[in-house]
């Protein structure tokens, strides 16, 4: 449920999907690139932590200073926003997906708390698909970007970051070949 | 500032208390909008785990909720 790539989701719809349409691929970013935000919410799980274990008696004092009351109030903000912001970054990486059909590729983006993009492409429409991996991180966890150009409107779709990009190519290249033999 | 709770002291208590209180009514609406986000976002993409993201979503306003109570009626 949590892949960044998914072959022939069984139990996953989206909002445009036709009723004869079939999912290929459900793809998002690779998981390894959630690893700033990952960090920075167990750093903020762990800062109360580490300022009580590195506080000093005089610095104490100062703590001291507020109730008790106000210590545990302090204490449950801090970590109801850490919670929060852990949560958001969940969402956007979890609802930003790119999906491959058998008839189209569809890109949806969110951004922020408003920001929605759906962007779609028909096979028809693809005029060439390449992949690229531009640095040591994208070899060593196998992930890459695939650059789709197409005659339509908006010319180019960039699948980022996902997972396996020769794969999905791969499958991308063959059912784009297949479509226009079949729909000529 | 002193360590006895002398007029000075309440005051900044008083300064932090409301400064607090309201951030977290602004912090609770923020919530309610993570709600309506991932309404928003369900209806784009529906799967299964869609029910427990809401559940993580309530339980977060819930919390953020407990705690505007508890500023309000306790400190």
């Not at chain 2, 209180?21 to 991932?38: D, E, M, R, T």
Request: aromatic letters at 16%; glycine letters at 2%.
């Amino acid at each position: 449920m949590l892949d960044s790539l998914i072959k022939y989701p069984k139990n996953i719809r989206f909002e445009s999907e036709e009723r004869d349409e079939t999912i290929y691929y459900i793809l998002r970013r690779h998981p390894i690139t959630n690893l700033g935000w990952i960090l920075l919410s167990l750093f903020m799980t762990l800062l109360p932590v580490i300022a009580i274990i590195l506080i000093t008696p005089e610095e104490s004092n100062l703590v001291k200073y507020f109730p008790l009351s106000y210590q545990l109030f302090f204490f449950l903000i801090w970590y109801s926003i850490t919670i929060f912001i852990t949560f958001e970054n969940f969402l956007l990486w979890y609802f930003s997906v790119y999906i491959i059909t058998d008839k189209r590729i569809i890109d949806v983006d969110f951004n922020g708390l408003w920001h929605k993009r759906i962007s779609e492409a028909s096979l028809d429409n693809i005029e060439d698909a390449t992949y690229s991996t531009n640095n040591f991180f994208h070899i060593l966890f196998d992930y890459g970007n695939i650059m789709v150009q197409t005659a339509a409107e908006k010319t180019e779709f960039e699948f980022d970051s996902i997972p396996k990009p020769s794969e999905v190519h791969d499958v991308l290249t063959n059912l784009v070949q297949q479509f226009k033999k079949d729909n000529p | 500032m002193n360590d006895t709770l002398g007029l000075d002291t309440i005051n900044w208590l008083l300064i932090i208390k409301t400064i607090s209180l309201v951030f977290l009514f602004v912090y609770f609406f923020a919530s309610l909008v993570v709600i309506k986000q991932i309404r928003m976002m369900s209806k784009t993409i529906m799967s299964d785990t869609n029910k427990y993201i809401f559940f993580i979503g309530y339980f977060h306003m819930f919390v953020v909720l407990a705690i505007l109570l508890y500023a309000l009626i306790v400190i």
